[in-house]
C-alpha cells in the first residue's frame, strides 16, 4: 500500500501488531509463527535481549520528537516522565532546545530526566 512503500507501515489498514492483535497469539512465546507477508525486525545476536526491548519505545519517543520540530530558540515541556517521556527528554537535548522541561510527579523520575537530558 502507499503507506507501507513510503515506509510509514504504522498506518496501514489493516495494521496488526503480532502478538498484541488477534492475528498471531500472544508475543511472550519463546516462538511465533508470522503470516508470510509480515514484516518483521530480526534483532542481532549481539545485542542483548534487555536492551533489544528498549528499541521500540525509544524509537517512538525520538518520532515524537521528530515530528514536534524542535528548534534551537523553543522551549520543549515533557509531561511525564515514563519510559516514552525519558526517551523524549534525551531526544529532545540532541535537538538543543532554549530550554528543555521535564514534569512528573515523583521526583525519583525527575532524577532520571535529568540524568538524560
Known amino acids: 500500500c502507499e503507506y507501507c512503500k ?7 489498514d489493516p495494521h496488526h ?15 511465533m509463527i508470522y503470516p508470510k507477508n509480515a514484516l518483521v525486525h530480526k534483532v542481532p545476536s549481539e ?14 519517543s525520538l518520532h515524537c520528537v521528530e515530528l514536534g520540530n524542535i528548534q534551537w530558540n523553543d522551549v520543549v515541556v515533557v509531561s511525564g516522565c515514563g519510559p516514552l517521556g525519558l526517551g523524549m527528554v534525551a531526544g529532545a537535548k540532541l535537538k538543543q532546545p532554549k ?7 515523583f521526583d525519583w523520575k525527575l532524577d532520571i530526566a535529568k540524568k538524560a537530558g
Open 47 to 60: 545485542v542483548d535481549p534487555f536492551h533489544a526491548a528498549f528499541v521500540e519505545p525509544l524509537a517512538c
Open 6 to 12: 513510503t515506509g510509514n507501515y504504522q498506518v496501514c
Open 99 to 105: 530550554c528543555l522541561i521535564a514534569l512528573d510527579l
Open 17 to 31: 501488531v503480532y502478538g498484541f492483535h488477534k492475528v498471531t497469539n500472544g508475543a511472550m512465546a519463546e516462538y
